[in-house]
């Protein structure tokens, strides 16, 4: 089950970059060029070397909720199977500074992002690296919440976390077990 597509989402509007949104973007960014805030191409594969293994990276020129589609369609252009996709993306469930990574994630998932994939890639076994960005105590301001910038603390404890992320998912890649990894990630 080795990973050969690594998928950012986030949303495609520069002024949402720095968004709670968008750290799925914000893990690409730092995994491809060392650097939080550089921009990248959206649509575009990228391929690096990870371990000596090639990957594929991906995020859509789109909105989060529309990625499904797109995904489908690299998905059959590179040739891959669903179980070697990892999706990167925000999570309100988990506080900032914490991570979860899960496979065939069984659990009703309230990420409208997450929701448009499954519907496309009907089979629902994919990897989910899930970096938490907390919650607002007002749920009817969800919206609003991930859709704006995460204060200095939370954004440094999502910086670190998608730092650690990165190191775990590069040993992930090398040595392919799972278990361990997920050990690590969701401690």
Not at 59 to 72: E, M, S
Not at 75 to 100: Q, S, T, W, Y
Request: net charge positive; charged share 25%; aromatic share 12%.
């Amino acid at each position: 089950m080795c990973i050969k597509l690594i998928i950012g989402m986030g949303n495609y509007n520069k002024t949402l970059f720095n968004t709670r949104h968008n750290v799925g973007i914000w893990f690409i960014n730092k995994l491809i060029n060392n650097n939080f805030l550089k921009n990248i191409k959206f649509n575009k594969i990228y391929k690096i070397n990870i371990n000596n293994k090639i990957i594929n990276i991906y995020i859509p020129k789109t909105y989060i909720n529309n990625f499904g589609k797109y995904i489908l369609k690299i998905k059959k252009k590179i040739n891959i199977k669903n179980k070697n996709i990892l999706i990167i993306h925000d999570e309100i469930n988990i506080k900032p500074g914490k991570k979860k990574i899960k496979f065939n994630y069984k659990k009703k998932n309230t990420h409208n992002g997450i929701k448009n994939i499954k519907k496309y890639l009907k089979k629902k076994s994919f990897y989910q690296l899930r970096i938490g960005i907390g919650k607002p105590k007002n749920m009817k301001k969800l919206k609003n919440f991930v859709l704006n910038k995460p204060n200095k603390k939370e954004k440094k404890l999502i910086y670190k976390s998608i730092i650690k992320s990165i190191k775990y998912i590069k040993l992930f890649i090398k040595n392919n077990n799972f278990k361990y990894i997920q050990n690590l990630i969701n401690s």
